[in-house]
């Protein structure tokens, strides 16, 4: 079993451009969580999404960020018209369906960071 | 609404003395609760966790947690802390009456710093 993998590892990108993040949760796995980890700080919840689904997106700006998880393929977290603000470490986490979602611990990928300059 | 608050950012302790990490949640319901440890420049790895029955968690690397519920805690510990200790420790709560739209909500985090 691979794990949750991220790509890219590291993105840099130009004030204005946009920025896609993929994540390729664990095999068998339908729950994915992205988080925002800014420097020296801790990680801030965004979204959780299942198959199709947005479940939870508290944690998601109102604008130019987006996120999906499609039936097939990985899930895409989208900023668009980044700002230096955007720079940061963004996780990528999954954990099984079901009830196994509750109770299980979500595993976490390496991590994209993006640099904007 | 679920959170965690972890007190200290940083934690030093000499290398052969127990460490304490400390962790308090807040949930409407009962918390499913969660160690993990970050590595510089690496994702997060599951330590380990409390869902039910023994109040005394053990996990990976000879840590444990101890949930108590009248003191909403779930303080990580261990024995004789090691050098290779030294890390960004995040504890994380997931409120069980949430159901499964519920997610996990992580602290701000503590940095351990282990010194011989």
């Known amino acids: 079993n691979a794990g949750v993998m991220q790509n890219p590892r590291h993105l840099v990108r130009r004030r204005g451009q946009e920025a896609r993040l993929r994540c390729s949760p664990m095999?068998?796995?339908?729950?994915v969580y992205w988080y925002r980890q800014l420097p020296e700080e801790g990680l801030k919840f965004m979204v959780y999404l299942q198959k199709e689904n947005i479940i939870d997106e508290s944690g998601m700006p109102k604008e130019r960020f987006s996120a999906e998880f499609p039936k097939e393929g990985p899930s895409i977290l989208r900023i668009q018209q980044v700002v230096r603000g955007d720079s940061a470490a963004y996780f990528c986490?999954?954990?099984?369906?079901?009830?196994?979602?509750?109770?299980?611990?979500?595993?976490f990928g390496q991590g994209t960071r993006l640099t904007v300059v | 609404a679920q959170s965690v608050a972890q007190p200290e950012d940083q934690v030093n302790v000499a290398e052969g003395n127990p460490l304490t990490v400390k962790c308090t949640y807040s949930?409407?319901?009962?918390?499913?609760l969660f160690w993990y440890v970050q590595y510089p420049n690496r994702g997060l790895q599951f330590l380990l966790k409390?869902?039910?029955?023994?109040?005394l968690v053990k996990g990976s690397y000879g840590f444990e947690a101890e949930f108590n519920k009248s003191q909403t805690s779930f303080h990580l510990k261990k024995p004789s802390a090691l050098v290779s200790d030294s890390a960004l420790y995040f504890c994380a709560v997931r409120d069980i009456g949430a159901g499964t739209a519920s997610k996990l909500t992580f602290g701000t985090g503590t940095r351990l710093q282990v010194t011989l």
């Open positions: 949930v409407s319901g009962n918390p499913y």
């Open positions: 986490a999954s954990s099984p369906p079901g009830a196994g979602a509750m109770n299980t611990e979500a595993f």
């Open positions: 409390y869902i039910t029955g023994d109040n």
């Open positions: 095999k068998g796995h339908s729950h």
